[in-house]
């Protein structure tokens, strides 16, 4: 789990044109923060290259975040990221407010490893991944910054679906819990073309 802080400033002006004026003359981001037992949502802005710097790095978008608004620290997740379809502009962020006991829903990477060593690839399989993020459920410190899909003993025309995704301690994959029907194929070796 990564180390990230996210310097904000609380806000009292809402609305879109609130957000335009924010965006367009003050160059920051509008986002809100949720979530939390008798906390009530809070308007935040944050500076937009600071922001913009932070998510260059995919353990942000994965990772308990510290949220400083105006110096008093929270510990939050990234929710939601609106971007602008056309231009790198980030127009709204949301986070979610986390607490140790309760656990969170979260989207993380997948990184496939070992299919250098896959005796199937070496013979001339290529490696095709279906999925490259899965939600997982876990305690906040349970949190990981990415799943490893093992391709080493994978064969050629062997699918691996989520339910063989190795998850450390405290964490899983809620979508297995719906039944067999929600087992995604997550990678696949196919055979060599003639």
Partial sequence: MSDFTVNAQ????????????????????PAIVFGGKQKKPQAISIPHKDLSKALESEAFFSSILNLSIDGKEERVILKDLQRHPAKPVILHADFQRV???????????LHFVNEGKSEAIKLGGKASHILNQVEIK????????????????????????????????GV????????????QPVATVARKRK
């Fill in 138 to 169: 876990c305690l906040p410190d349970n949190l990981p910054e990415y799943l490893e899909v093992d391709m080493q003993h994978v064969k050629v025309d062997e699918i691996v679906h989520l339910s063989d995704v190795k998850c450390p301690n």
């Fill in 99 to 109: 607490t140790k006991s309760n656990p969170i829903k979260i989207t993380v990477p």
């Fill in 172 to 183: 899983t994959i809620p979508a297995l819990a719906l039944g067999a029907d929600h087992d």
């Fill in 10 to 29: 609380a806000r009292d002006d809402l609305g879109k044109g609130a957000s335009r004026r924010l965006r367009r003359e003050a160059s920051l981001v």
